[in-house]
């Protein structure tokens, strides 16, 4: 299963990609599953608060650009 970390970071890089503040880009995600069922491995579940990367837009296109290469 998918973490809330993960699902943040695609979040914020499709947000950056697309350069719409909309939820993830402004692209349709359809999750679907018993998101109660299993927790997902060596991450924090959905229904679980997530921390947020970066208030600053300089830093959060840094640290995107340097995990694409």
């Keep these: ?3 809330a970390e ?3 970071e695609i979040n914020q ?3 950056f990609i697309k350069e719409d ?3 993830f880009g402004g692209v349709i995600l359809i999750l679907s599953g018993d998101f ?3 927790p997902p491995v060596q991450q924090t579940p ?3 608060p997530v ?3 970066s208030r600053t837009k300089k ?3 840094q640290q995107y650009m340097a995990r694409l290469g």
């Design 6 to 8: 993960l699902i943040a």
């Design 46 to 48: 959905l229904y679980m």
């Design 13 to 15: 890089l499709l947000r």
């Design 36 to 38: 109660y069922q299993l």
């Design 51 to 53: 921390m947020p990367y």
């Design 1 to 3: 299963l998918l973490g």
């Design 59 to 61: 830093s959060t296109e």
């Design 21 to 23: 503040s909309c939820p």
